[in-house]
């Protein structure tokens, strides 16, 4: 218990911060994007003012994304950095080895429950996007002439990034071809953020 105590208490800052940013995450304007689309066409906004809306949100979904984001990255990196010094403890004899191995377990714990919520969140902010995203091509479908502003929103919309694990060890390339460029290799369990782009994000190993 005193072990589970000690691992939730570390990395308090970046804890509390990855938390405020999931609570600041802005509520999905309707469940889904046609329940939106209906809300819209009742509301008698016009063309520009819906679209100034839309750009609106998606604009403010955009930068709770960016915040999750940074968020999630300094807690990932503190609780790397707490493992890191409790392996460098058993190395050095400084921490005996069954404690140092519980602490180790302790901390795995804490860090899966953290990524499993990154996970929970993600999944809000797709959902969230979807709507909005929906909504703003079927505005750009239906008046081209007059809904630029959604157009640019919806190109420059954010996909949440999500915590992956690599299995084994592979390769990054610049696009989804065999015909791209490698950029970077990735090593067995190292991990990495990227869009979910509908597939689910790995666990750890």
Sequence with gaps: MAGRKTAAAGCPVERAEFIAAAQALPAAPAPSGEAYWTQLHQSGLDTVATSRQLADQMATLGS???????????????????????RLGITEAKLAPAAGAQRLADEKKIFDAELAQGRDIAGQIASRQAILQEVAERMVAAAPGSSAKV???????????????????????????????????????????????????????
């Design 64 to 86: 709770a994304v960016d915040r999750i984001d940074r968020g999630y990255a300094a807690l990932d990196a503190c609780r790397r950095g707490r493992a890191g010094a409790l």
């Design 151 to 205: 157009a640019k929103a919806v190109a420059a919309s954010p996909m949440p990034a999500t915590p992956f694990m690599a299995t084994q060890n592979a390769e990054i390339y610049a696009r989804p071809d065999a015909g791209g460029a490698r950029i970077a290799d990735l090593r067995k369990g190292q991990r990495v953020q990227g869009p979910v782009a509908g597939r689910r994000p790995a666990g750890p190993r």
